[in-house]
């Protein structure tokens, strides 16, 4: 005996569900997402800010050996970066102006490095400030943070 079986085929439970996510479960990442961003944010910004100064300060070391250097050679220190043979990196002139000007009004010869936040360094590094370095290697912090935090 043949069975006839019908052309139309019976519902199957559970085989084709469509998935996806609802609105909650979106809303909740989307939250998730914003508070991680809320807190690393800042922490990142800080990041930058400490990078620019790690900078400034390894140039302004830079600076005093070759004014060190210079003195060896020519018994007086140099009046600026060009006799020193020197620029400014980009990476450190985009955030500092460097100067190097001499001590004047002293019977010893002496020069002091200055590094002047600008731009956006400036607004962020309220902690810190200027920096300076000596020819004794006295370094100093015009903001807030004091020397052993800035420096």
């Not at 002091?112 to 100093?140: F, M, V």
Request: charged share 10%; aromatic share 8%.
């Amino acid at each position: 005996m043949v069975s006839m079986r019908s052309s139309v085929s019976e519902p199957q439970y559970g085989a084709a569900r469509v998935r996806g996510f609802t609105l909650i479960e979106l809303m909740i990442t989307v939250a998730i997402v914003a508070i991680l961003a809320a807190i690393a944010y800042p922490s990142y910004t800080n990041y930058i800010v400490r990078s620019n100064r790690s900078a400034a300060q390894g140039y302004m070391l830079e600076l005093s050996s070759l004014q060190q250097r210079y003195l060896l050679d020519a018994r007086t220190y140099a009046a600026d970066l060009a006799t020193l043979n020197s620029s400014v990196p980009s990476h450190v002139s985009s955030n500092y102006t460097v100067t190097t000007p001499l001590k004047t009004g002293t019977t010893l010869p002496g020069f002091t490095i200055t590094a002047t936040p600008i731009g956006s360094q400036l607004a962020r590094d309220t902690a810190c400030g200027t920096l300076t370095i000596d020819e004794a290697g006295t370094k100093t912090a015009s903001g807030s943070g004091g020397v052993a935090g800035c420096w």
